[in-house]
Every structure is written in C-alpha cells, then in structure tokens.
C-alpha cells in the first residue's frame, strides 16, 4: 500500500521495505501552491488505481464553492485524516491531492503515518510563478478541481510556501 502527498510539491508515504513492483503501502503527498500542477499529477495515479483525496472535492461534495471557515476546513481535515488511515489500514494506495505549503503540516500527516509504519516521501512539484498564474487564469468554479483564484491570492500562496527539503525525509522533485 502506498501513501503519496502532494505538496506544491508533493510526497511518497511507503511502509519500510515496500518497493514499486511489490504489494506496499504507500502514501504520495504532492506537494506545491495551486496551479503547480498537483491535481494533474494524482489524477494520473488515481487512473493507475489510487485513492485520491482532496480538499476541494471534499468542498465541492458539500456544496462549498467559495473559501470555507476554518471550522469547515477543520472539519474536512478531520474526515480526510480519517479516511486516509481507514484505507492504508486496509491496504489502499492512497495520494493526498494537497497543497502542504507548511512544513508543519507535512510533519503532521508523517506523525499521523508513523505509527502505521509508513514513511513519507514527498513528491514536490517545482513550477514557477508564471507558470501558475497561466493556470489559475482559466479556472473557473465548474468543478471540484477548477476553483478559482485571483492572481493576487495565488501569488500570495506562492511567496508564503516552504519548499520541503530532504531533511524532512524522502523528496521527490518534479520539474
């Protein structure tokens, strides 16, 4: 079983000893700011057979189009966590289609992991301001994964995000 984040970047969650062609669990966290292209890239894994979990389906599924409270984000966060160890528990290859632009929010899902005996590699997909702006631009709110952003709020989580490095544990960079 396999565990991976994405963070405006993103991360691999794997149990020790766990391979790419062996039965493992693992756990991907992409790892990047909106429009980095974390979406595009769990979506590729949850067609390799995957469960992808996400915020902004969660919100989507509530019918939560604009940016909730932090009482509805908590909430969320709550669920998906549930989720999560519900479905490593049983074995299921999961990717965390979240932004994780805080360190500390990626130490938080590896402490929650870590008694699962799942190590986290990150998978950080590096994309420049530009890159992201371009995409953020054509987004409109038509489905989960379309939620819109102004140039100056996707800006302002471009500057406000903390790159993951390797001391945090296994990276992958993606370029």
């Known amino acids: 079983m396999s565990v991976i984040g994405l963070d405006v970047g ?6 020790p000893g766990g391979s790419e062609q062996a039965p493992s669990v693992s756990r991907r966290d992409d790892v990047r700011p909106a429009g980095a292209g974390k979406t595009t890239y769990a979506k590729r894994l949850e067609r390799e057979g995957w469960l992808r979990l996400s915020y902004e389906v969660e919100f989507w599924d509530r019918g ?3 940016m909730p409270s932090a009482d509805v984000v908590a909430e969320v966060a709550a669920d998906l966590k549930a989720r999560l160890l519900r479905h490593v528990t049983a074995g299921n290859d999961v990717v965390l289609d979240f932004g994780f632009w805080f ?3 990626r130490d938080e899902f590896r402490a929650l992991l870590t008694p699962q005996g799942i190590v986290p590699e990150t998978v950080y997909i590096a994309t420049d301001l530009e890159t992201i702006l371009s995409r953020v631009g054509d987004r409109h709110g038509r489905w989960a994964d379309d939620w819109p952003l102004t140039e100056r709020t996707a800006t302002e989580y471009f500057e406000r995000f903390e790159p993951p490095t390797p001391e945090e544990g296994p990276l992958d960079v993606v370029r």
């Not at 993103?10 to 149990?15: C, I, P």
Request: hydrophobic content about 15%; overall charge positive; proline content about 0%.
């Open 10 to 15: 993103g991360g691999v969650y794997r149990r």
């Open 103 to 105: 360190r500390r929010q």
């Open 64 to 66: 939560i189009t604009t």
